[in-house]
């Protein structure tokens, strides 16, 4: 399950990628915490991003579907479909017009925050000595219909960007260049900053995933 | 924040309606080494820095001000947005901490199955933080005010224990908790056709945390710091909290319990008619 493993070249290159995308933002240096628990979400398994999205309803599939297709064009991660979901799908992707799921408050009538998705991390991996960092198996990413119903296609898409950002660890940005902001918005991208977070953790990518194979 | 509870929750329910430690029955946490224990969250941590909001949602906002948190005299209720204000403005400690409901992978259903407390299945944990009320400074507690005490549902986030939860209590300061019944809550919003016989008993019992709006002074003097909201929303709380409580340094406890006294006068629903 563990594909992922630190390799030194790699790591060289995304230091040095890091920088200079850093270098260029210094103002957003401090635009959004990565993984867990220095921010909200931890990071993904592995440089493999397998999805399942078979109970989605077209419109938040078609989004979901080019917010996965974002984030594998970073060159970074590698994401594909996953046709015969288990256990360690790494996301799998759902949409209802939410109640009380998980008993999160999805309207918000008690936390004053109107939920339109969220990702949850619902097999974490604990930090091991030879690893210390919180990683996560599989992520639920839920979109709430009664919110998304009433979205632009692009809003939808800036949603879905948001959501499977955190099920790579981003966390909320305060970058008005990215999806990872809070608010109703039309951002459909990761900007430099969480580009370069995401290098230095899983970049750069070695080769696309194998359909029906590899490692999850 | 109205779940139906079904399981081993209606165990926590029953022995927390009934007064009786759930420690008991759903185990005082972990120490097995699984997602719920890792060491990663240091027990070293102060009680308030390992309840931190891990916020991995995106949505909005529905009110700007704590002002719309203050709970509403007779016959006035719906803040902005049709936002409900709080039942009871409450100051008080955090003396104890105990398991509540937990939920593993929901996958394709509207329902999260229930799982035991300390189980590596469960993918979220709402723990109660007792809290002893010392005063109630606007509004009133009702339903699950025993003893002086209520129970606050709070997310335990992942890598906490409730041992480290409890070795920390000492960090856990005094604050303003805006708080509602669970129940009275969920019939007030129209949701009570949803819980069933057996979860009215828990969510009689519970107390839930009103717009985020808990503040608490860790030591005396000491900023405020609102531990359930996000970094920037804390801030734009704590400022719109009376202009004159907000100093360059933060609110203080006596700033906002202040200022929000002074709302509670102009709503009706302070408890003190004498100070207003």
């Not at chain 2, 109630?136 to 549902?153: E, M, P």
Request: glycine fraction near 10%.
């Amino acid at each position: 399950m563990t594909y992922f493993k630190r390799r030194a070249g790699r790591a060289v290159l995304g230091a040095v990628l890091a920088l200079g995308a850093v270098g260029g933002l210094a103002p957003g240096a401090q635009a959004n915490d990565f993984g867990y628990p220095s921010g909200c979400c931890s990071f993904a398994d592995n440089g493999q991003h397998w999805y399942n999205d078979d109970s989605l309803e077209s419109r938040t599939k078609s989004a979901f579907r080019y917010a996965m297709g974002n984030l594998d064009a970073q060159s970074v991660m590698s994401d594909a479909y996953d046709a015969s979901p288990n256990a360690s799908t790494d996301v799998e992707a759902y949409d209802a017009y939410y109640v009380d799921t998980w008993d999160l408050d999805w309207d918000g009538s008690t936390t004053g925050y109107n939920l339109y998705g969220y990702a949850k991390c619902v097999k974490a991996i604990a930090p091991t000595p030879s690893e210390d960092d919180w990683r996560c198996d599989q992520y639920e990413v839920r979109f709430d219909l009664r919110d998304v119903d009433g979205f632009s296609t692009d809003q939808r898409r800036a949603l879905a960007c948001h959501e499977v950002g955190h099920t790579v660890g981003l966390s909320h940005s305060t970058e008005s260049s990215s999806c990872l902001r809070t608010g109703a918005h039309t951002t459909v991208k990761y900007s430099a900053h969480d580009v370069s977070h995401l290098y230095t953790r899983y970049g750069p990518r070695l080769s696309k995933p194998m359909s029906g194979g590899g490692a999850k | 924040m109205t779940g139906s509870l079904r399981g081993p929750a209606f165990a926590v329910a029953v022995a927390v309606a009934a007064g009786v430690g759930a420690v008991a029955l759903a185990g005082s946490g972990s120490t097995a080494p699984t997602a719920a224990s890792a060491p990663s969250r240091a027990a070293a941590s102060s009680f308030w820095s390992q309840l931190r909001a891990p916020e991995q949602g995106a949505g909005e906002y529905l009110f700007d001000s704590v002002d719309a948190l203050v709970p509403a005299g007779k016959g006035k209720s719906a803040g902005p947005r049709g936002f409900r204000p709080a039942a009871a403005l409450v100051e008080g400690v955090v003396v104890g901490v105990e398991p509540g409901v937990a939920y593993g992978a929901a996958d394709d259903a509207m329902v999260a199955r229930a799982v035991p407390y300390d189980s590596p299945e469960a993918a979220i944990r709402w723990a109660h933080l007792v809290i002893r009320v010392d005063k109630v400074v606007a509004g009133r507690l009702g339903r699950g005010y025993q003893d002086r005490r209520i129970r606050l549902k709070v997310e335990q986030p992942a890598g906490t224990t409730l041992q480290g939860l409890r070795a920390s209590l000492k960090t856990a300061g005094k604050g303003l908790f805006f708080v509602e019944n669970s129940l009275d809550r969920a019939n007030a919003l129209g949701r009570d056709r949803r819980l069933k016989q057996e979860s009215a008993a828990y969510h009689a019992a519970v107390h839930l945390p009103i717009g985020q709006g808990v503040f608490v002074e860790e030591r005396a003097g000491a900023p405020l710091i609102a531990p359930l909201a996000e970094e920037d929303r804390a801030r734009q709380l704590l400022r719109t909290a009376g202009t004159s409580t907000y100093k360059s340094g933060g609110t203080t406890l006596d700033g906002l319990r202040a200022s929000l006294q002074e709302k509670a006068c102009e709503k009706g629903s302070a408890t003190d008619p004498d100070a207003c």
